[in-house]
């Protein structure tokens, strides 16, 4: 395969770091690992120890904290040595927070392997446990050194979670008028064995994970901008917690896409036909699993315990079109209760479902 995109310069490593501690996921592309273990090796010339992990969202379980602790004690890593995560949003975020509560904050760097991930869980400097039953409830901010982009690590992502992560490219094209319209069209098939599908997916995701920095740069402790990438969440998490306690759970990226469909068409009560390539974008990248839809009055007690809300109410990001957002909007239980119901039949109707 081809080197991985300049990881041998790799942004630079910290020229007091006196450790380098590879935590990957297992089931990656072997061709990739290879390529990224001689890489590391080649650009540092401290030791370079390799811990690997199962990944996923037992991760963030609290029981298994004292696992990555230890891997840290037993390789005698300090405040100057630096840990690098290879694998998914909830290695980036289970290893983020153990290295900043490790000797009171070790550095941090990540290599993304999914979509959602890459666009969206790496950046940010949001770390996070699950606790109570409950997502994300325990975390800090702990910002990475870098985060660094290569899509040669989604060959071995299912296609359904590939797809899924494109909701946050979408929502971030939909927040920043840089990106605008002209980020989505032409976007090209998947083919991992294209290098020029590798290289122009690589670049698009990079160009959607800048759009992500720019916002959090402005606001890194979410207390003002920031919390517009929230577009399409207080839909998204109520449908992702609706689903989890079936037999068929959503993934983040589909309930963030049905999300992102709804702002679409409350902004298109005002202009029915400008976004209409824009949702038709959603359907056809992000297809959503066929499902008993659920009723206002089941998603609305699941939204009324969303984090954003506050004082009782409910808080939605309002679209109003590229690059134009409101925050926070009050979403009222009765104006949802008709609105939901109108925004399915017109789901229901779309030929491109």
């Known amino acids: ?40 090796q080649e650009s540092t010339s401290v030791p370079l120890k390799i811990f690997v992990a199962s990944g996923g969202e037992q991760m963030k379980s609290w029981d298994h904290l004292p696992s990555l602790l230890q891997a840290f004690s037993h390789h005698r890593l300090s405040r100057h040595s630096v840990v690098l995560t290879t694998g998914g949003g909830a290695m980036s975020d289970a290893v983020g927070f153990a290295a900043s509560i490790w000797k009171r904050g070790m550095r941090v760097a990540h290599v993304p392997t999914s979509t959602l991930a890459m666009v969206d869980a790496a950046w940010g400097g949001k770390t996070a446990f699950n606790h109570d039953g409950k997502k994300n409830q325990l975390g800090t901010f ?19 979670h590939r797809r899924s992560g494109l909701a946050e490219v979408a929502k971030h094209a939909m927040l920043d008028p840089i990106l605008g319209w002209n980020h989505l069209k032409n976007w090209p098939d998947w083919s991992p064995t294209d290098q020029d599908v590798l290289r122009t997916w690589t670049d698009r995701m990079k160009d959607s994970a800048e759009a992500k920095r720019r916002i959090v740069e402005e606001d890194p402790f979410e ?61 056809r990248q992000v297809p959503l699993p066929s499902v008993k839809w ?34 926070p909007e009050i ?23």
């Not at 702990?142 to 359904?160: G, M, N, Q, Y």
């Not at 929230?230 to 759970?249: D, V």
């Not at 659920?294 to 079109?321: C, F, Q, Y």
């Not at 979403?331 to 479902?353: D, G, I, Q, V, Y």
């Open 331 to 353: 979403l009222e239980k009765e104006a949802f209760k008709a609105t939901w119901p109108a925004f399915l039949r017109s789901e229901m109707e779309s030929p491109h479902l």
């Open 223 to 283: 207390t003002g901008r920031r919390a517009t990438l929230n577009l399409g969440h207080t839909i998204g998490h109520a449908i992702e917690a609706h689903f989890s306690a079936t037999n068929a759970p959503w993934l983040h990226g589909e309930a963030v896409a049905l999300g992102l469909r709804f702002a679409i068409f409350m902004a298109s009560e005002s202009s029915p036909d400008d976004f209409q390539p824009l949702k038709h974008w959603l359907q």
């Open 142 to 160: 702990h910002a990475p050194l870098f985060v660094h982009i290569d899509a040669c690590w989604l060959s071995t992502l299912p296609e359904r």
């Open 294 to 327: 659920p009723t206002a009055n089941e998603l609305w007690p699941i939204m009324k315990h969303d984090k954003k809300n506050s004082l009782g109410e409910v808080r939605e990001v309002h679209w109003k079109g590229w690059g134009d957002v409101v925050w």
């Open 1 to 40: 395969m081809n080197p991985p995109l300049q990881i041998a310069a790799f942004h630079s490593w910290p020229g007091d770091m006196d450790a380098l501690f590879w935590v990957h996921e297992e089931g990656l592309d072997d061709r990739c690992v290879e390529a990224y273990r001689e890489a590391l």
